[in-house]
């Protein structure tokens, strides 16, 4: 059944690849702000909980979510400037 988990993160993490390259490609996010920040600290939280259970899938699964809702904070919080 691990396979199964390996599936299931492949996916999730897969999911911001989309929304991540689209907000770095734009320079800013259009995603709420309160859905980025508790995306992150729900992701990270459950990262640090996996990693206290020696779970790797979720290990995974979980940074990588972090790392993707954090480009898009980061972006919401800092949008680049348009070039003039």
């Known amino acids: 059944m691990q396979w199964m988990g390996y599936i299931?993160?492949?996916?999730?993490?897969?999911?911001?690849?989309?929304?991540?390259?689209?907000?770095?490609?734009?320079?800013?996010?259009?995603?709420?702000?309160?859905?980025?920040?508790?995306?992150?600290?729900?992701?990270l939280s459950l990262a640090i909980y996996a990693i206290s259970i020696d779970d790797l899938v979720f290990t995974l699964l979980n940074t990588l979510t972090t790392i993707g809702a954090l480009i898009n904070v980061y972006y919401k919080i800092f949008p680049r400037q348009p070039r003039v």
């Open 8 to 43: 299931g993160l492949t996916a999730l993490a897969l999911c911001w690849i989309p929304q991540s390259v689209e907000t770095i490609r734009l320079g800013r996010c259009q995603v709420n702000l309160a859905f980025l920040i508790l995306s992150a600290v729900g992701s």
